[in-house]
């Protein structure tokens, strides 16, 4: 049940998957304090609620977020699981760098390390989270990422093109987004297509940059996210600047939308 809330949540963005999610996971945790203790069900209900609580995320309900999360943490902890622990420590730093509180999305993911060696996906966290305070430390991560278990895949490369654009190298940036960017649809194509058009704007590569932003906007239509949204506005912000009426355009248009 947990893997259909996230692709819901990943197709669709959290306003969508949002209500179905909390509702089960109220269900299962409910039934769950009332049975005697068991790991398996423990473990399986802390997934639940990390899902609960991501689509409420994105769906602009941050206090149901940390409720949800505060669940998952719980169950997690009684369960003695370490790896789904450390999930749900990843998904507050994941939270925190969004809130813009990247000093403490750094703890959160550093406290990860202690548990677990760092795998790619965590470098590229500790990548963003270093990007707004510590430019030296994320270029580090991002030596590390690209050595690390995992780099190959999909979400590491987005991680690389995220930490990439945050700290100016906007050739990465694109290298990173143009390998990544055709595999993804619904939520993630949005957070990604958007960047990219971002990085080839920033580096004055105008027309591609529109063309990108083009899909974006139009793949945001379909998607019920904050991220997305989020997104789109940092899209908007580098539009503006732009000259090309095109890129003033889709800018009033992504204005008028969020």
Same mark, same amino acid.
């Given at each position: 049940?947990?893997?259909?809330?996230?692709?819901?949540?990943?197709?669709h963005?959290?306003?969508?998957?949002?209500?179905?999610? @909390?509702?089960?996971?109220?269900?299962?945790?409910?039934?769950? !304090?009332?049975?005697?203790?068991?790991?398996?069900?423990?473990?399986?209900?802390?997934?639940?609620? %990390?899902? *609960?609580?991501?689509?409420?995320?994105d769906?602009?309900?941050?206090?149901?977020?940390?409720?949800?999360?505060?669940?998952?943490?719980?169950? *997690?902890?009684e369960?003695?699981?370490?790896?789904?622990?450390i @999930?749900?420590?990843?998904?507050?730093? !994941?939270?925190?760098?969004?809130?813009?509180?990247?000093?403490? *999305?750094? @703890?959160?993911?550093?406290?990860?390390?202690?548990c677990?060696? /760092?795998?790619?996906?965590?470098?590229?966290l500790?990548?963003? *989270?270093?990007?707004?305070?510590? /430019?030296?430390?994320?270029?580090?991560?991002?030596? %590390?990422?690209?050595?690390? /278990?995992?780099?190959?895949?999909?979400d590491?490369?987005?991680?690389?093109?995220?930490?990439?654009?945050?700290?100016?190298?906007?050739?990465?940036?694109?290298?990173?987004?143009?390998k990544?960017? /055709?595999? %993804?649809?619904?939520?993630?194509?949005?957070?990604?297509?958007?960047?990219?058009?971002?990085?080839?704007?920033?580096?004055?590569?105008?027309? #591609?940059? #529109?063309?990108?932003?083009? %899909?974006?906007?139009?793949?945001?239509?379909?998607?019920?996210?904050?991220?997305?949204?989020?997104?789109? !506005?940092?899209?908007g912000?580098?539009?503006?600047l732009?000259?090309?009426?095109?890129?003033?355009?889709?800018? !009033?248009?992504?204005?008028?939308?969020?």
């Amino acid at each position: 049940m947990a893997t259909k809330i996230w692709d819901l949540d990943l197709e669709h963005g959290g306003g969508a998957a949002f209500a179905a999610a @909390k509702g089960v996971a109220k269900q299962v945790v409910g039934a769950l !304090r009332s049975s005697p203790a068991n790991r398996d069900l423990q473990v399986a209900a802390s997934g639940l609620c %990390r899902a *609960a609580a991501w689509s409420a995320f994105d769906a602009g309900h941050k206090r149901v977020f940390w409720q949800c999360h505060a669940t998952a943490l719980d169950l *997690a902890r009684e369960a003695g699981d370490k790896e789904t622990l450390i @999930k749900v420590v990843s998904d507050a730093g !994941r939270a925190e760098i969004l809130l813009g509180r990247h000093q403490a *999305a750094a @703890k959160l993911f550093e406290l990860t390390t202690v548990c677990k060696a /760092p795998d790619a996906i965590t470098w590229g966290l500790l990548g963003s *989270a270093y990007t707004s305070h510590s /430019p030296e430390s994320a270029k580090h991560a991002l030596v %590390r990422l690209r050595n690390a /278990p995992g780099a190959d895949t999909p979400d590491a490369t987005s991680m690389v093109g995220h930490v990439s654009l945050d700290l100016g190298d906007y050739a990465s940036a694109v290298n990173a987004f143009d390998k990544v960017v /055709p595999q %993804r649809t619904g939520r993630l194509a949005v957070q990604e297509t958007a960047p990219l058009a971002i990085s080839y704007l920033k580096a004055r590569e105008v027309t #591609v940059g #529109v063309r990108h932003a083009e %899909r974006a906007v139009k793949l945001a239509e379909n998607v019920r996210s904050v991220q997305s949204t989020e997104a789109l !506005r940092k899209l908007g912000a580098v539009l503006t600047l732009q000259k090309d009426s095109t890129a003033q355009d889709l800018a !009033r248009q992504i204005a008028a939308t969020n």
